[in-house]
Nanobody, 127 residues
C-alpha cells in the first residue's frame, strides 16, 4: 500500500501563487508515475499534471500549461505542484495520485490508471 498526503492548499488572490506538496509513504516503489488532479464544485475530476519518476518527464493539461509546474524529489518521496498566476477557475480540491506503472501519453490523464489517491487539499482563488 501507498499513502499519499497533500498539503499546501489555502486561500489566495487572483494572480497569486501556491505550492502544493504530496508526500508518499509505504510501498513507494509503486509510485512510478505521480499525478495531480482537481475537482471543482459541480464538475468532474480533471487532470492537471503528471510526472514520471524515472527521467522526470512531465505532462500538463492545456488549462495550466505555462502557469503550473510539477516536480519531484525522489529522495523525499515527495511531489510538488507550483501554481502561479492563479485564476478563479483554478479553485478546486486538488488530489495527488500515484500509479505503479510508467504511464505514457493520454494514459497519464486518466484517473483509472492511478492506483493510489490522497485525501485532497482545497485551493481557493478569490477575486
Amino acid at each position: 500500500q501507498v499513502q499519499l498526503v497533500e498539503s499546501g492548499g489555502g486561500l489566495v488572490q487572483v494572480g497569486g501563487s501556491l505550492r502544493l506538496s504530496c508526500a508518499a509513504s509505504g510501498r513507494t516503489f509503486s509510485t512510478n508515475t505521480m499525478g495531480w488532479f482537481r475537482r471543482a464544485p459541480g464538475k468532474e475530476r480533471e487532470f492537471v499534471a503528471a510526472i514520471r519518476k524515472a527521467g522526470g518527464s512531465t505532462y500538463y493539461a492545456d488549462s495550466v500549461k505555462g502557469r503550473f509546474t510539477i516536480s519531484g524529489d525522489n529522495a523525499k518521496n515527495t511531489v510538488y505542484l507550483q501554481m502561479s498566476s492563479l485564476k478563479p477557475e483554478d479553485t478546486a480540491a486538488y488530489y495527488c495520485a500515484a500509479a505503479a506503472a510508467n504511464l505514457y501519453a493520454s494514459d497519464r490523464t486518466r484517473p483509472s490508471e492511478y492506483d493510489y489517491w490522497g485525501q485532497g487539499t482545497q485551493v481557493t482563488v478569490s477575486s
